[in-house]
């Protein structure tokens, strides 16, 4: 005989109080559960037999009380009663109910509440979110006066006169600039995973089973998270609360409004006042398949799991079995009940909390939200939803999705699910291996709807706007990509007739924008939510009024061929922008001559073309050409570290007692380098990690394009950095005496000698004599300050030893999202900062003074220590956020306030670093032979990379 599958409640798990990476707590399972069904021990016979009996005598209670739970006892009809027979025959009508937002005109916003005032926003851009015209895809910006009252968009056209606004209007003059509707993020943990992340507030996986349709996210909605204003700052306006991905059933999710309490036009401050639908008309859920609940649950030895894709499989079936099992009783009942009358029943309606919501999803009123990456997650999700009969609204990160619209096709309802997808954080766990930038582009091509999400706080739901950015540079066609954040994900939340456009009769969620909402850095300068501004006093940055984005078609030509070449003749550049060799040409008369990877001649250059064409030269034309020079990535794991998540593929991370030199484990060739590369990152300097966070040892410099370490110049600085982490370990418990440890190590190495040939001990005292840079991986300001205190000290200390002045510690911060607070002292001791991330929010404790920029605060970390003289460079704190080193200058360029030239931009992801580090970015000869062409600015979305060149000689050429 079968055990019953174990399902609920049986489980225990004790919480550790570290966060994995992909934001699920560690856990140690402890099994209540050994004796329930027997375990395979041949040798304890007796012990079997009698478990065995047991087990049967579990198992037949168990179908007797499941039974009667779902059939009910028919002898009891003399203990009904008339109310409650009537009361669930009430219920049968809310079973048998299709949701449905009515289209028909409201007179006012259900979450409008009395005295605010009428707004005219005067003179906005506007996208309304549907075609206007007939020609080219039929989208575009008009201008338009938008009219909001009583919480809905009352009108939108031009030149709305005075005379026609209700008595206490206020009026909102847009000068221009860009409006869109609210943004909608489809997948968020905001509120339940509230920030800085602790323990103590931690609600987004009820863990205690794998299938726990029946848990709400509501419950755990905590209003006063920060980050729902950090978010709505970057014009969110609406997000969809979801369980987090541990569970194979996480449970029900909401959508709230980012407006919480009387300061953003509510009454109080109250989850359900957050909800966009106080009516609750359709319901949501969270599912999730593939690595998450295996791992969370799979336990080799143990009686419970999921352990594999096949457990998964098993656990969802099941579930959709019950459920089965009570709608069908249910409607059985109501049936019976329609025919002999209510009153006639034997038996109360069947009800059952447990599968209550999983019911209601197989009866079409829940619209669910699954997360699988994979082909044998997606397929077998498809299988599971023909075998029970329920839609899938849409597949969360599904990164292989792009490879298998068909099977997409397959699933049950008629239309296949959309895709919610990341637009190039990728390759951080196996199932995140298979990716690709193009996924939206492909899946929209295929009639498959992307939409772009956050999964806050994986990535900071402020900028979800760049990911459908991102979408559009990928070559996403523009409506479709902005769409992705605003009516389309509306449209998946059975809310395309409340939110995401710009129409009378929307509820009035509007953000201004400072630039067009696709543009790198692009900020709202006001935020409307049920017509209420969500910003007393919004921050505007200075930037000049600019046109919207060109919508350039020719991003979704996309160019992936890779080609080597020697001898290259381009036409159309504009500008160089590599120091030393600034130029602007005159795109129309002038070429630019590479012969042997180096750039020979720019200008008309009659004679070296017409020898390069000769000799067989490749003739490239480039839409707005531009020659940047290559970017370095500082402080990432590349080349020791591919796939995040799997042990095998990485490095390995140092302990206590260990330091290494990263040249020593170098792994080259891997996707994560190729992708760095191809984005016109040609060179890493990368530290071995540390396992509690942070690096440890002895960076190396590399060039990111080569097969192998063994390649000639591939290692172009073997000793770049001594890496330190001020971290709690087991040796170390305390940041305190984390910076002691430090700080008596530096004294030693003051009094050592430096033929001492243990890496440590000969790295700190090259770092005493100020010839090797210390880099601390450090973000809290407080923390800063102790280690400006211990370089004080340690320099003091060497001058007595020496008897001489002036040897300085080169100390560099690699962090630094609190660093801004002291950034004065930061430039007095001459200590340079690397922001890895650049844009740091409060994810963590030590980084909670994040400064997140307009319009919630003037600037980020970067301005404050730009404007302060400190040396300043960007770093990534992820890996696949190197590919986009030159957007993030771009949004520093962008943002800047006017104080920070493209140059200055450029430089923070390349001269600043090398000066930090005493290294010469290499230039010895006359020649320029490291470049990247791109069409478009480097620093503007809108650009891709066509060349990239390393100073090997050849030439990457994409076609
Ligand atoms: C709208 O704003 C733009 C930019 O400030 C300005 O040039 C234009 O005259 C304004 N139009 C109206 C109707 O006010
Ligand atoms: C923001 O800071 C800059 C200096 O960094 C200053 O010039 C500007 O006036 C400030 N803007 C606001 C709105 O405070
Ligand atoms: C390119 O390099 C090859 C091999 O080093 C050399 O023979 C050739 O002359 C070079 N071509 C030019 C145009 O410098
Ligand atoms: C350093 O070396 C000198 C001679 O080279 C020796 O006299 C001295 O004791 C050494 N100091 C230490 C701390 O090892």
Known sequence: MVCPPMISNNHMYELGNTMEKDGLPRYTPVDENGAHCPRRRRHIRRSIFRLAILTCLTYTLYIHWTWERIYGRPDVKETLTTDKLRTDYETCGRLRTVPKISKSARERNARYVDGHSAVLIRNATTWTGEPIHKSDDGYSWVQADVLMEYGL??????????????????????????????????????????????????????????????????????????????????????????????????????????????????????????????????????????????????????????????????????????????????????????????????????????????????????????????????????????????????????????????????????????????????????????????????????????????????????????????????????????????????????????????????????????????????????????????????????????????????????????????????????????????????????????????????????????????????????????????????????????????????????????TSRAVDGLALDTKGLKTAFSHGITKAISAPVFKYGGYKGVSAGFLTGAMHAHEQAVVWQDEAAYHYPIAKTDKTPSFSAAVGQLKSKLLKAVKSNETNTLTEERSLKQVVLGKMPLAVTVHSADLIASLLRLKAEVEAAMERETMRDGTAIRMIIVGGAESWIIADALAKANVGVVLAPFLAFAESWDQRRSLTGAPLTNGTAIDVLHTAGVRVAIGTSEDWQTRNLYLAAGIAHANGNGDISEKEALAFVSTNIYDMLGLRAKHSSQVLDEYVVFEGSPLEIDSRVRMVADGSGKVALWT
């Open 153 to 658: 968009i009352k009108r939108v056209e031009p030149g709305i006169s005075e005379s026609e606004l209700p008595s206490d209007c206020e009026i909102y003059e847009a000068n221009g600039r860009q409006l869109t509707s609210g943004i909608v993020d489809m997948h968020s943990h905001v509120t339940v995973d509230p920030l800085p992340s602790l323990r103590g507030w931690s609600d987004d996986n009820e863990l205690s089973s794998d299938i726990t349709p029946y848990v709400r996210s509501l419950d755990g909605i905590n209003p006063l998270d920060h980050q729902l204003q950090v978010i709505k700052s970057g014009g969110v306006t609406t997000s969809l609360i979801l369980p987090g991905s541990g569970n194979n059933m996480g449970g029900e999710a909401y959508v709230v409004k980012h407006a919480v309490g009387k300061s953003d036009g509510r009454s109080e401050i109250s989850a359900e006042d957050m909800l966009v639908d106080p009516d609750k008309t359709w319901r949501y859920m969270k599912m999730a398949c593939g690595e998450n609940p295996k791992s969370v649950y799979g336990r080799l030895g143990r009686d419970f799991g999921p352990f594999s894709r096949l457990g998964e499989a098993w656990y969802f079936r099941h579930a959709f079995e019950q459920a089965t099992a009570l709608v069908s009783a249910q409607d059985d009942w109501c049936n019976a009940a329609d025919t002999i009358g209510v009153e006639n029943m034997q038996t109360y309606l069947p009800q059952d909390l447990q599968w209550e919501s999983l019911g209601a999803l197989l009866r079409g009123q829940v619209l669910l939200n699954t997360h699988c990456y994979t082909i044998p997650d997606l397929e077998a999700f498809v299988r599971h939803s023909n075998e029970f009969k329920f839609r899938i609204q849409a597949f969360h990160h599904a990164h292989q999705m792009y490879l298998v619209p068909e099977i997409l096709k397959r699933a049950y309802g008629g239309r296949p699910p959309a895709a919610a997808l990341f637009a190039d954080n990728m390759y951080y766990k196996a199932e995140a291996y298979v990716a690709s930038e193009q996924a939206g582009k492909i899946l929209f091509e295929n009639g498959i709807t992307p939409v772009y999400v956050s999964d806050n706080p994986v990535l900071n739901a402020q900028h979800v706007v760049f990911e459908a950015a991102k979408a559009y540079r990928n070559g996403l066609p523009y409506h479709v990509a902005l769409a992705g954040v605003t009516s389309a994900s509306a449209e998946l939340l059975g809310l395309g007739e409340r939110i995401g456009k710009v129409k009378p009769g929307f509820d009035a969620d509007i953000v201004v924008w400072d630039s067009d909402p696709l543009r790198v850095g692009a900020a709202p300068a006001q935020v409307w939510i049920d017509g209420t501004p969500q910003f007393e006093e919004p921050v505007e940055l200075n930037k000049p009024t600019s046109k919207p984005l060109e919508r350039g078609t020719w991003l979704q030509d996309v160019k992936e061929t890779m080609s080597e070449q020697r001898d290259v003749v381009i036409s159309g550049v504009l500008r160089i922008l590599v120091p030393g060799y600034e130029e602007t040409l005159d795109a129309k008369a002038s070429v630019v001559v590479i012969r042997n990877g180096s750039i020979i001649c720019t200008g008309s250059c009659k004679t070296e073309s017409a020898s390069a064409q000769d000799e067989g030269a490749e003739i490239i034309e480039l839409h707005d050409g531009h020659i940047a020079p290559p970017l370095v990535a500082f402080a990432s794991t590349l080349g020791l570290a591919e796939i995040e998540a799997e042990p095998d593929t990485v490095d390995g991370a140092n302990n206590d007692d260990m």
